[in-house]
């Protein structure tokens, strides 16, 4: 095994990309299928009253939502111990492994009534989430040499089979916790994780050498790499990492607006009827996953075309393009806050083309941010590197609460409006100094094409 060149020996081949990469992908669709499932009847259970046939804990929207915000603030900080443990002790294949079996524990004591059941639950969750996510994707990176020009798109797939899982959670777990009862929706989570358990744990033949931890390789390579301090150009590139990871604290906390603030506008203050239905509030929550299942692998065939021809494509201008992409989704959204105050509703197409926007955007900036973690953080910190990605995203959602929240102080229009100002602004002041990062970059992502073996 040779984990710091990139060589290894990934022979099987599945529609144009290694095997192993759909073994992670079922497993990630699954991990996030519990995620999202449970997270979609996480706040309704607890502002449920505890006199309803399908009795809750009776909490406050108040106490509810801040539970909600540290919830899914955790979840991402525990990316970092997560990543120190792979890196440092065990490596990542078997801490996705041992991510897997807390997920599925977490959950199915979730389906107990107890007070002690919830909070045991809701730390095993917590702790899974941070041994799982990042390791995952940071072996989705390792199935492709350095250079291969499929990587991103790699990770495309790998992002379209996680918004599988959260669309189908959404309607199944969202449904079965609503009607059946929410401890039921709990339980359905768990066993949505044991399935993915099963496909990580069947499909190891096809991952060989894929997230080993390096300290047990026998390469002269590796060993040098784990003995030697950083070299100036493995530091210019963490460096270049940390600034991009500005942008994405920016993207998420705008972003992640969608389970919050649009969320209540589309529940109040949006015309929802359509040929003489109401269409539910909360169908508008799985637009998103829909349209990344529609038109990922469009938005990734767009880029990887662009740069064969020579164009700019760099990994921190995708990044910024969809910055400034998402944020101009939020414009929007200032048009509805409008349209309400003249006529006391807004159209149902305004949170559609915001959705939509923010999708694009999102598909420019996440998945491809995965990819360039992959590409320039040194070896030997890898999953540290991808921990603190996602520590950067839970922060992200914890200022989206913050800001979500003080629209009840500012006004919708504001707050949309503001968003969307400075998305746009600081993707284009960045913009000044994407040449900067890119030499930064010491060239990690130029040259790349179709590497097969
Ligand atoms: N929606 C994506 C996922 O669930 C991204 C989340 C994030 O980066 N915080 O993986």
């Known amino acids: 095994m040779n984990i710091a060149t990139g060589k290894k020996l990934i022979k099987n081949q599945l529609f144009g990309h290694p095997t192993g990469l759909f073994v992670l992908f079922f497993t990630e669709m699954w991990e996030r299928f519990s995620y999202y499932g449970m997270r979609a009847i996480l706040t309704l259970y607890l502002v449920s009253k505890t006199t309803e046939a399908n009795s809750g804990l009776g909490w406050s929207h108040t106490e509810a939502l801040e539970l909600y915000g540290w919830y899914t603030m955790f979840v991402y900080l525990m990316s970092i111990p997560g990543g120190i443990i792979a890196d440092k002790f065990i490596g990542q294949k078997k801490s996705v492994l041992i991510g897997g079996i807390l997920l599925v524990i977490g959950h199915g004591i979730l389906a107990y009534t107890e007070m002690w059941a919830f909070y045991t639950g809701l730390v095993l969750i917590v702790l899974g989430v941070g041994m799982l996510k990042p390791n995952i994707s940071t072996m989705v990176g390792s199935l492709y040499q350095k250079g291969d020009i499929r990587r991103d798109k790699g990770f495309t797939i790998f992002y379209i089979g996680i918004n599988i899982g959260s669309f189908l959670a959404s309607i199944i777990v969202g449904y079965v916790g609503e009607v059946i009862g929410w401890h039921y929706g709990f339980g359905l989570a768990g066993i949505g994780m044991a399935l993915g358990l099963l496909v990580y744990y069947f499909g190891q033949p096809y991952l060989q050498d894929v997230g080993n931890f390096i300290g047990d390789s026998t ?118 806050s409008l349209q309400f105050e003249e006529e006391g509703s807004s159209a149902m197409y305004w949170l559609i083309f915001a959705y939509f926007l923010n999708v694009v955007g999102e598909l420019s900036l996440s998945p491809v941010a995965l990819s360039f973690i992959t590409k320039l953080a040194p070896v030997k910190y890898a999953s540290i590197m991808m921990g603190v990605y996602f520590a950067m995203t839970g922060i992200g959602n914890k200022l989206a609460g913050l800001l979500g929240e003080s629209a009840s102080q500012y006004g919708e229009f504001t707050i949309f409006t503001g968003i969307a100002v400075f998305c746009i602004l600081f993707g284009l002041l960045v913009m000044l100094f994407r040449k900067k990062l890119h030499d930064l970059t010491h060239g990690a992502e130029d040259d790349e094409h179709i590497i097969l073996e």
């Open 219 to 336: 390469s002269k390579e590796d060993k040098e790499v784990l003995n030697r301090p950083l070299t100036k150009i493995e530091k210019d590139r963490v460096i270049v990492l940390f600034i991009s990871f500005l942008l994405v604290i920016v993207f998420w906390g705008a972003y992640e607006q969608a389970g919050g603030l649009l969320n209540l506008y589309a529940l109040e203050k949006t015309n929802r009827m359509f040929m003489g239905m109401e269409v539910p509030a909360s169908w508008f929550q799985s637009l998103s996953a829909l349209f990344i299942i529609i038109i990922g692998t469009t938005v990734a065939r767009f880029w990887a075309k662009r740069k064969l021809k020579g164009k700019n494509a760099s990994s921190i201008f995708k990044m910024l393009v969809g910055l400034i992409i998402m944020g101009a989704g939020f414009l929007f959204m200032s048009a509805a």
